[in-house]
């Protein structure tokens, strides 16, 4: 028994073998438990059901972001409590554990702003009825990600060196003057950047949308970093900065659920008073006859200098494009001529009666 003790208390570099023995299992059960329990978590993901709250994923989300490189920095961490080393195996032992620990935290903060972007954007697809957003769409989340992670690193070299004991003041302050200055520098295309970003998370419009935004108008086909394309009606292709349009008084004409005509018919004097209790009636049979219509109103608006205006107001669901509000408007219209045509209605035009003396 006292040779069992004596062998434990032999000294190696320092340590006992009993220190030793103890930091060796600490490791080992570090390195082997914490891996096993990270994978059977992750394999339990695929079973959970479909309404798992956010933090359930985003917690799942972070223990797949955890790289192994951090684990061995753990085990190693905790080895060293039951061990004392020499005071510059301590010290890199130290700037290596603390560098990878804030290292991992940085690729934390990042997968957790991963997590709240595609959050929104599946929240703001599903609420407009699509499945997932533009491919166009994926380069603006691609530079909000870019800078977020430009940022989590640099926040997190910056308190690495700070738990390190390094006097990080002075960095801080030239980093904050020279990105003022890179600000400055580039402060058009900067502005440009955001615009993009901001209509990437707020979405007042998306690909595919019918737009008309001052004196133009057209289909968005693209859009980019620095700028919005749009195809107009006419064909040409318009390209205006993201900053110019979140500036300008823009109409989605894309997000519109009906749109509405609204025109008017001029029927002479002359018209027989059955026939104008008739005309309501026969616009209303040439509106309905036409698909995805909705009928207001035809209505005796004026009695006009040479003939009696009448207003017809109705809406066109879903309009999608505008090829579909003329084609249906076209439908009304020839529905409208061949009922007048049917009844003997003639429709008015500027007139004038002379009459003479004797």
């Known amino acids: 028994m006292d040779k069992l003790d004596l062998m434990w208390q032999q000294q190696y570099f320092g340590n006992s073998l009993r220190n030793w023995v103890i930091a060796g299992a600490a490791f080992i059960a570090v390195l082997t438990l914490l891996p096993l329990l990270r994978s059977y978590l992750l394999a339990q993901q695929r079973r959970l059901p479909a309404g798992v709250p956010g933090g359930v994923t985003l917690a799942l989300r972070l223990l797949e972001r955890t790289s192994r490189i951090f684990l061995w920095a753990l085990a190693l961490f905790v080895a060293e409590r039951f061990l004392e080393l020499p005071a510059l195996v301590e010290r890199v032992s130290r700037v290596l554990v603390v560098l990878i620990a804030w290292g991992q935290a940085a690729l934390w903060g990042t997968a957790a702003v991963r997590f709240a972007l595609e959050r929104r954007r599946d929240a703001t697809a599903a609420a407009r009825g ?77 690909i595919g949308d019918w737009l008309r935004l001052e004196d133009c108008d057209g289909v968005v086909e693209h859009i980019g970093i620095k ?115 049917r009844e003997g209605l003639r429709f008015a035009y500027p007139t004038r009666l002379v009459l003479k003396e004797g």
């Open 227 to 341: 700028s919005t394309r749009l195809r107009s009606l006419s064909g040409e292709q318009i390209i205006i900065s993201n900053a110019e349009v979140l500036k300008s008084r823009l109409r989605n004409l894309g997000r519109m659920p009906e749109r509405r005509v609204l025109f008017t018919l001029a029927v002479p004097y002359e018209t027989p008073s059955a026939l104008l209790d008739k005309l309501p009636l026969l616009v209303k049979e040439a509106v309905a006859a036409a698909p995805g219509t909705n009928f207001i109103y035809c209505l005796l608006r004026n009695l006009g200098e040479y003939a009696l205006t009448y207003e017809v107001v109705y809406f066109v669901s879903e309009p999608t494009t505008g090829l579909r509000y003329v084609e249906v408007m076209d439908t009304v219209n020839r529905g409208i001529l061949a009922a007048f045509d």
């Open 130 to 206: 699509q499945r997932d957003l533009p491919v166009d769409v994926s380069g603006s989340f691609d530079i909000l990600l870019f800078i977020a992670r430009t940022v989590i690193f640099a926040v997190a070299l910056l308190l690495a060196l700070d738990n390190l004991g390094v006097n990080i003041t002075a960095l801080v302050a030239g980093l904050g003057v020279g990105g003022i200055a890179i600000a400055l520098a580039v402060q058009t295309v900067l502005g440009d950047v955001l615009a993009s970003l901001s209509i990437t998370l707020d979405q007042p419009f998306v």
